[in-house]
Nanobody, 125 residues
Framework: QVQLVESGGGYVQTGGSLGLACFASGRALSEYPIGWFRRPPGKKREFVSAISKSGMTTVYADSVKGRFIISRNNANNTAYLQMNDLRSEDTAVYYC??????????????????WGQGTQVTVSS
């Protein structure tokens, strides 16, 4: 099965940018649709963005549309989430996840079967 490891989290000021990476091992990243989710402090985990196996389809939560960009490089077994114009409400632990479904219900965490350990993103004003 695939193992996922996120990197790139940290502290950033409001309006700043951060890039997250999700590296896959054990199986080829190209076998899986990939989603990014986040868990804000004291709240439930929520959908952020997702990308199809080929990268041709991308989906975004309304809250990040126009600010975040999801991408993937299957040759490098890595998916990315570029986060721009960050706001305090973007503060959360960010997780990448792989789905075993060819075309999952993108926003449902139950469609994703393998998860990374998460990386903290803190946006301060």
């Amino acid at each position: 099965q695939v193992q996922l490891v996120e990197s790139g989290g940290g502290y950033v000021q409001t309006g700043g940018s951060l890039g997250l990476a999700c590296f896959a091992s054990g199986r080829a990243l190209s076998e899986y649709p990939i989603g990014w989710f986040r868990r804000p402090p004291g709240k439930k985990r929520e959908f952020v963005s997702a990308i199809s196996k080929s990268g041709m389809t991308t989906v975004y939560a309304d809250s990040v549309k126009g600010r975040f960009i999801i991408s993937r490089n299957n040759a490098n077994n890595t998916a990315y989430l570029q986060m721009n114009d960050l706001r305090s409400e973007d503060t959360a632990v960010y997780y990448c996840a792989a789905s075993g479904v060819h075309i999952p219900e993108w926003e449902s965490e139950f469609e994703y079967h393998w998860w990374g350990q998460g990386t903290q993103v803190t946006v301060s004003s």
